[in-house]
């Protein structure tokens, strides 16, 4: 088990950034890949980017490439997610989530609460 909380989110102007922690407690971190998908309102969630148990490697979604960084800090337990040129589009609850094996964008097993991320126009 492993237990996940975001924090970092809030409101921005479009074109600003802002950064997002998630941290850990439970099972060794390094155990395991980590990803952040967001939902907005009236949509289906959808994967942002992950980042394998080392960090060496990452997988974006085209929709935040050049735009988002992901990184982990395993000796603090910690997964971070700098949003970079915010888009009003990119307004959502954004989720912290934690799998064993390859750093996918599907079938993860532990979530986090969630944190939402609002940008104006």
């Known amino acids: 088990q492993v237990q996940l909380v975001e924090s970092g989110g809030g409101l921005v102007q479009a074109g600003g950034s802002l950064r997002l922690s998630c941290a850990a407690s439970?099972?060794?971190?390094?155990?395991?890949?980590m990803g952040w998908f967001r939902q907005a309102p009236g949509k289906e969630r959808e994967f942002v980017v992950a980042i394998s148990r080392s960090g060496g490697n990452t997988n974006y979604a085209d929709s935040v490439k050049g735009r988002f960084t992901i990184s982990r800090d395993n000796a603090k337990n910690t997964v971070y997610l700098q949003m970079n040129s915010l888009k009003p589009e990119d307004t959502a609850v954004y989720y912290c989530a934690a799998r064993v094996g390859y750093y996918g964008d599907r079938e993860y097993d532990y979530w986090g609460q969630g944190t939402q991320v609002t940008v104006s126009s």
């Open positions: 439970g099972r060794t971190f390094s155990s395991y890949a």
